[in-house]
């Protein structure tokens, strides 16, 4: 079992910055990719960054130049520059482990990032 705890979302103006953490515990050795999506009210959950053991990070089209995925053991960050209003969603880490036996997904409960003036 993982379990994810996300921080720092928050109320931020336009063209102002965060950084989203999410810290893992329980059977972190098994995590091989972790990353963060969005979900914006009506819309789907879709991914924003997403980074491989081994592997360079993958970012959504709408991320690249202004986000930056990073992980240190068991803690990932999502440094968001530039923030617009359209960034405005609640933002869920996600890790993909793998027992062994098989892949699982693990989520967190989500963080709110508002961009608003």
């Known amino acids: 079992q993982v379990q994810l705890v996300e921080s720092g979302g928050g109320l931020v103006q336009p063209g102002g910055s965060l950084r989203l953490s999410c810290a893992a515990s329980g059977s972190i050795f098994s995590i091989y990719a972790m990353g963060w999506y969005r979900q914006a009210p009506g819309k789907q959950r879709e991914l924003v960054a997403r980074i491989v053991r081994g592997s360079s990070a993958t970012y959504a089209e709408s991320a690249k130049g202004r986000f930056t995925i990073s992980r240190d053991n068991a803690i990932v960050y999502l440094e968001m520059n530039n923030l617009n209003p359209e960034d405005t969603a609640v933002y869920y880490c996600?890790?993909?482990?793998?027992?062994?036996?098989?892949?699982?997904?693990?989520w967190g409960q989500g963080t709110q990032v508002t961009v608003s003036s």
């Open positions: 996600n890790a993909d482990a793998n027992t062994g036996i098989a892949v699982r997904s693990y």
